[in-house]
């Protein structure tokens, strides 16, 4: 899909939202560029510098708006409290995942912007060294590879592009796996974003740290980020049972699982654990069965590294796709009999392995 496809898709509300979205982000820009373009005390600064210099303060402005907010829509327990609320109303409560994207390409083109700022202010700053040692006694190396900004910078920089690289729709679906666990590096990028700020590498001309004093506005969700995950962690506790797997045809394999102690409304989807595949991946899948059942399905498609151990965990093999097509004009593909065969027969294999899932 283009670009333009996608934004073919959007709502209503997912505009209003990204032209709001947007004209914050040109404020906060504006604000951080002549807070420092302004600032007499900075004049140490301002004169080698200027454009560079202002430029990679506003986008870090921007980057702390950015860093604070892209936690909030995976926290599903906060969700859940603001979607029955009337901030439902004003802000696309629905629209977390979009939102997440959003705010990831927000947080990817201001990265961008302030880390070419800062390696602009450090080539000047490393000009002026070798012509006024006395007055710029740091050099490029130790301002990039020595100092706290420089290290933890690279560390970010370092997680984001295995993040993002990993993240794309094609590659999720290609190996979940991978996305899975180096999307966990955003842990060690809000470790590494926390310690940035230290060492004050902006300081005025008497000497005062100048940094964005901004670990607090992002250690708030930060904070919300890690009560979500406890949450999760008691909730995964609770063990339920498969009652029955039913294969049907193009590799899709149904789960019927016993009710746990939830409701639950057509449409919506849960996270399912298998601790024989993997203790740490969840999944989320549709419930596909009605809440007046006295069991939930979910009907999974075998296309990714999970999903395919999944079906050799319950016996069942991903099937070849069918060379033949759908035959001659009398009859069908022979991997298309196979699967009209175990359709009619509504083959099942019954287990009895306990799957364990949030509430």
């Known amino acids: 899909m283009g670009l333009f496809d996608a934004f073919a898709t959007w709502t209503t509300r997912r505009y209003v939202f990204f032209i709001v979205w947007l004209i914050v982000h040109i404020l906060l820009f504006i604000w951080g560029f002549f807070r420092v373009h302004n600032d007499p005390d900075l004049i140490n600064l301002n ?16 980057l702390i708006w950015d860093c604070a907010a892209i936690l909030l829509p995976v926290c599903r327990n906060l969700l859940k409290l603001l979607r ?12 977390n995942i979009w939102f997440h ?34 007055k710029f006694q740091v050099s490029a190396a130790q301002l990039l590879f020595s100092s706290y900004a420089g290290i933890t910078g690279h560390v970010m920089l370092l997680c984001m592009v295995l993040m993002y690289t990993t993240a794309k729709q094609s590659q999720r679906h290609k190996s979940f796996e991978t996305f899975w666990y180096t999307h966990h590096l955003a842990f060690v ?5 926390l310690f940035h700020g230290l060492g004050c590498i902006v300081k005025d001309q008497h000497g005062r740290c100048r940094g964005y004093n901004s670990w607090h506005v992002f250690t708030v969700t930060l904070s919300l980020y890690v009560i979500e995950r406890g949450i999760r ?3 995964a506790r609770m063990e339920t049972r498969l009652i029955k797997v039913i294969q049907h045809p193009a590799n899709v394999i149904e789960l019927r699982i016993q009710k746990p102690g939830f409701t639950y409304k057509p449409g919506q989807y849960m ?34 590294d999970w999903t395919r151990a999944l079906g050799r965990r319950m016996g069942i093999e991903k ?7 759908a035959g001659g004009k009398g009859g ?24 364990t899932m949030p509430k």
């Open 84 to 95: 029955v609320s009337f901030i439902n109303k004003i802000i696309p409560i629905d629209e």
């Open 233 to 235: 962690f008691y909730r």
């Open 319 to 325: 099937a070849e796709t069918p060379r033949g097509g």
């Open 47 to 62: 004169e080698p510098l200027n454009w560079s210099l202002w430029i990679s303060r506003a986008a870090g402005m921007c």
């Open 332 to 355: 069908k593909g022979q991997g298309q009999d196979k699967s009209e065969k175990i359709a009619d027969k509504g083959e099942e294999v019954v287990a009895t392995k306990t799957l």
């Open 189 to 193: 990028f809000f470790i590494a974003l």
């Open 271 to 304: 996270f399912i654990n298998i601790p024989e595949i993997s203790n740490h991946q969840w999944h989320p899948f549709t419930i596909t069965s009605s809440p007046f059942e006295d069991y939930v399905s979910v009907h999974i498609r075998q296309v990714g």
């Open 101 to 134: 994207k959003i705010t990831a390409y927000s947080i990817l083109i201001c990265t961008v912007i302030h880390g070419a700022g800062h390696y602009i202010n450090v080539y000047r700053l490393d000009a002026q060294h070798r012509l006024h040692p006395d």
